[in-house]
């Protein structure tokens, strides 16, 4: 792992970048960084791979994680290159996510401030049941921006556990030393989200493994 490693920005080539930056800025709240970057020369030259280098742009500051949190970063170059429209599908980096308190809301906002629209506003549910309402617009040079708002699910958000007898999921602390793993998908998908607590009372009860095999008898005449 690389040391000292710690995410800084995200990157935007722009064709306008004080028109791009100032749609961050109206629409999301982002904060400019100063000082304004103004770069040319022959160490660009030598860092872009990119002769006659020269660009110019902004940092702004993400909304939702304080002074030092990490930037968006817009810059204009020239020479631009041209290249394909962004998608929502394409290999590589995609799209930037903002989670706000209303999609529809929010949607609106970017329409108003000349954004696109790409999908649908939509809710999909994780297994653990907490639901997010999401879509994709773009803003003003078409680049896809998500929009999020996360909701608790059927249960308040909170996933309730379910105790499950420690042998029927393998754990070898039966009697004899072994288990009696259940095949189920049921437990498969409970395990998957977390769900699933292994219990045994005879072991947590203090009872060794091995041991002797206890059973319940029922006394004569009921």
């Not at 393998?170 to 395990?191: C, I, K, N, Q, T």
């Amino acid at each position: 792992m690389i040391e000292g490693a710690r995410y800084a920005h995200t990157n935007l080539i722009a064709r306008d970048w004080r028109a791009l930056a100032g749609f961050y800025e109206v629409v999301f709240g982002c904060t400019p960084v100063p000082p304004e970057r103004d770069y040319a020369g022959p160490a660009l030259e030598a860092g872009t791979g990119v002769a006659g280098a020269a660009l110019a742009g902004v940092h702004l500051r993400l909304p939702g994680h304080g002074p030092e949190g990490p930037t968006l970063e817009i810059y204009a170059y020239s020479p631009c290159a041209d290249g394909p429209p962004p998608a929502v599908n394409r290999p590589g980096l995609a799209h930037l996510a903002f989670e706000v308190a209303s999609v529809e809301g929010a949607r609106r906002e970017v329409l108003a401030a000349g954004g696109g629209s790409v999908g649908e506003v939509v809710t999909l549910t994780t297994l653990a049941g907490t639901q997010v309402t999401w879509c994709y617009v773009t803003d003003p040079e078409g680049n896809i921006v998500e929009l999020q708002a996360w909701k608790e699910g059927a249960y308040g958000g909170k996933m309730h556990l379910i105790l499950v007898s420690a042998c029927l999921l393998g754990h070898p602390v039966r009697y004899d030393g072994g288990g009696a793993e259940l095949e189920s998908h049921v437990l498969r998908r409970w395990a998957a989200e977390g769900r699933v607590v292994a219990v045994c009372p005879e072991v947590d009860g203090g009872l060794p493994t091995p041991r002797p095999p206890a059973e319940i008898s029922r006394a004569g005449g009921g």
